[in-house]
């Protein structure tokens, strides 16, 4: 049972982990590709257009990939 554990937690901190590098690696780009937004959000505290962007920043990057394959 220690075993099936140990993988379940494994899978768990992979997923997590690639997850957070999407996040960072997204949040880098918009602020290099779109510093207002990041700007505004930072000085406003809203944090609803960089939640949009950051997601329109992924969901791009996955139609490169899925039209790439």
């Known amino acids: 049972m220690e075993r099936?554990?140990?993988?379940?937690?494994?899978?768990?901190?992979?997923v997590t982990g690639a997850v957070a590098?999407?996040?960072?690696?997204?949040?880098?780009w918009l602020l290099i590709t779109d510093p207002v937004t990041v700007s505004t959000t930072t000085s406003t505290?809203?944090?609803?257009?960089?939640?949009?962007?950051?997601g329109s920043v992924l969901v791009d990057a996955l139609r490169?990939?899925?039209n790439y394959l």
């Open 64 to 66: 490169g990939l899925f």
């Open 45 to 54: 505290g809203d944090v609803g257009p960089f939640v949009r962007a950051i």
């Open 21 to 28: 590098a999407a996040l960072a690696a997204a949040t880098i």
């Open 4 to 14: 099936a554990s140990l993988r379940w937690s494994l899978s768990l901190i992979a």
